[in-house]
């Protein structure tokens, strides 16, 4: 069966999407709704730099989109500077009737316990009376800290503490707001950016924890416990999102911890350079400048490193396209999922099918 799908937006993320839905047989691309007038009246295929027209034109009128009555959308906009607003759109989406799969807010990938219980309760809602679904997810938060974890722990015997880690030199992420104004690289030591005010991490990746948990039984003490430290730049830096003035944050390390009568249960880390010198104390890839890192402690404890790189790209870029398909390949779970909210541990295994090349 093949479905109908909505593009919401081309930009980072977004453009590997449109690759994506294009290079499935069973997906058909009907629409794509852009944020930049310039964009307006341009092909997809442009937009997501594919050297060819898909015939599909960009627009920002999204009720013509919705009118079109997708069965779903693969929403891969910018959330993280307007959680809130970003959600009612989901919401919206949901009263029309369309399924939906989205890459944030992150916050929604398991939001039990995470945000207002009546939030939850208004999109399942929306979803049970559209008779449509739900999915929020990526590759982080997402598969490298919901599914890669989880399916590593049906082997153990005894669990001490599962730690999820996402290790990588962000050089070469464009994304300036998420680094300027959220990480805060580039900024004053003394200043403190918005991932790093209370309860802002337990928001971002809380979702992750408390997933995980819920898959292991474990009931966690409340609230959940944030860890960070932050070193400023040895010497100017200009990366691809922003200039770093020597002095000012250049490198972040954060903790996000899920604990059981105080004992360190579930951790979400985050290793975040802006050179591969800095900190070379700190938790490496042991190859490439970027790596998902699960580490289960216990008998037997185990280890797995998930590495990936472009054709064309390095890690940042690929972190893109992965995060994107990961949405894209979840379309047909999705719209055959029970209507309402669903999270990774109500899907069945997702897989590329499909997608295996007549020539490698």
Partial sequence: MSYRVVEWSTGTVGRHAIAGIDARDDLELVGVWVSDPQKVGKDAGELAGLGRD????????KAA??????????HTAM????IFDAIEDLISFLEAGINVVSSGPVLLQYPIGVVPDELVDRIRSAGERGGVSLHVNGIDPGFANDVLPLAMTGLSQRIDEVRCSEIADYSTYYQPVVMSEIFGFGKPVEETPMLFHPGVLSLAWGSVVRQIAAGLDLTLDEPLVEKFERIPAEEDLDILSCHIAKGTVAAVRFEVVGTVDGVPRVVLEHVTRTHPDQQPDWPKPTRGDGC?????????????EFNHHGEHGDHNV???IVTAMRLVNSVHAVVEAKPGLVTALDLPLVTGRGLCAPHP
């Fill in 79 to 82: 959330t993280d500077d307007r």
């Fill in 54 to 61: 898909l015939g599909v034109t960009a627009t920002d009128n």
């Fill in 318 to 320: 690929s972190g893109m």
């Fill in 292 to 304: 998902y890192r699960i580490d289960i402690t216990g008998e037997p404890t185990m280890t797995v």
């Fill in 65 to 74: 989109l919705l009118a079109l009555k997708p069965d779903c959308i693969v």
